[in-house]
């Protein structure tokens, strides 16, 4: 952490960050491939090959979009997820490092490249809303950039970007982070693996636990 900026407001990612949930999507995208007869993936696989925006890994995994198009793909899985939406459980520390931060003083919000809709009715249902000051989706399904939608936030809040501090765990966050000329730190047990984070020269961390001390 650079502690001539000290960390005033917490940005955080939802899936993969918050919430443990890349084996939902290794679930789900396994079934879409079967159905197109396309080599099956793992965990480890996943976290090797995702990235933003999703269309370039769906088309990493073989997908054909002359033969269908990445929207129709697309609205499919998440129907699919809708079903599954509350099968995954927030990583163990996530409650006690959203209480300790509020605790602490720090205002907290949340950016993802969920639909709006879906975010904000999963933050209901794991009870955490009153943590956040926004929560703030993409308005489609289709997961593509989170840099507009932090941006906007970024400017509507009164502080300056570098005494933010972004937790996510893919390198699209770091981008985001750096484009923002934010803060950021990385958690090695979401949707990345670790290995690849490591690329990007940021932050990391294994266990939500240590955010506590990098920000006190």
């Known amino acids: 952490m650079n502690h001539s900026n000290p960390i005033q407001y917490i940005v955080w990612d939802w899936n993969g960050t918050l919430l443990n949930d890349a084996w939902v ?3 789900l995208m396994n079934k879409e491939l079967e159905q197109r007869k396309l080599p099956i993936i793992n965990i480890k696989k996943y976290r090797e090959n995702f990235v933003f925006p999703v269309k370039e ?23 699919k997820y809708k079903e599954f939406k509350y099968k995954a459980s927030l990583f163990d520390e996530s409650l006690l490092v959203l209480k300790k931060i509020q605790t602490l003083g720090f205002p907290q919000s949340i950016i993802s490249a969920s639909h709006n809709v879906l975010l904000n009715d999963m933050i209901n249902h794991y009870g955490i809303k009153h943590y956040f000051e926004k929560i703030i989706g993409l308005n489609h399904f289709f997961a593509t950039s989170k840099i507009e939608l932090a941006k906007n936030l970024c400017e509507t809040i009164k502080y300056n970007n570098q005494n933010i501090l972004f937790i996510g765990d893919t ?18 047990k979401g949707h990345c693996s670790r290995q690849r984070l490591q690329n990007t020269n940021g932050k990391i961390i294994n266990n939500l636990n240590q955010i506590i001390n990098l920000i006190n």
């Open 171 to 188: 390198i699209h966050d770091f981008e985001i982070a750096t484009t923002l000329g934010a803060q950021c730190v990385l958690f090695s």
């Open 57 to 79: 890994y769906y088309k990493h995994l073989g997908f054909n979009f002359n033969k269908e198009p990445f929207e129709k793909i697309g609205l499919d899985f998440m129907k």
């Open 25 to 27: 999507f290794v679930h």
